[in-house]
């Protein structure tokens, strides 16, 4: 495969859902007691190679964590769903005789930096004037996401 199989004329995202959009806050929640928050994200793909579409799901699980301890916790549950057409799927994807499908690092890589960098975008947005305001996704290695969706 040539280093310039992948071209952004080549990818784009033919729908997009928020399936799930939750921030649940206790009443009387105090956000001056927030000391941080801990986050955990899910990332998978899905392919239908024969009409050249990928589904990305991610999902985002926000906690914030307060000075005491006796504090119930603010969480955020988010998930999304992305299909992204690729026009020349066929190059960099490849049919394992398990039924497997392997794809090329720099496809898994642009499939991962899109759905992540947008989904950040729109916690941002969402998260204003919660609270969650202060919580944002961190820039990460989006190879990192492939490889936890791995396992």
């Known amino acids: 495969m040539s280093a310039n199989i992948l071209h952004p004329e080549k990818i784009e995202i033919v729908d997009f859902k ?3 959009g939750q921030i649940n806050s206790p009443f009387d929640f105090e956000n001056e007691k927030v000391a941080g928050h801990t986050f955990n994200v899910d990332f998978e793909l899905g392919f239908n190679l024969e009409d050249k579409l990928v589904r990305a799901d991610f999902s985002v699980h926000v906690e914030t964590k307060s000075e ?3 504090i119930e916790e603010a969480v955020g549950n988010f998930s999304f769903v992305y299909v992204f057409y690729v026009d020349n799927i066929e190059e960099l994807t490849t049919l394992e005789k398990d ?6 690092p720099a496809l898994g890589n642009a499939l991962a930096s899109i759905t992540y960098s947008t989904s950040r975008g729109i ?3 969402r998260f204003q004037g919660t609270v969650l305001s202060d919580f944002i996704l961190p820039v990460i290695n989006p190879n990192d996401l492939l490889e936890k969706g791995k396992k």
């Open 68 to 70: 005491e301890d006796t």
């Open 99 to 104: 039924g497997a499908i392997s794809i090329h």
């Open 18 to 20: 928020i399936i799930k």
């Open 123 to 125: 916690l941002m947005t």
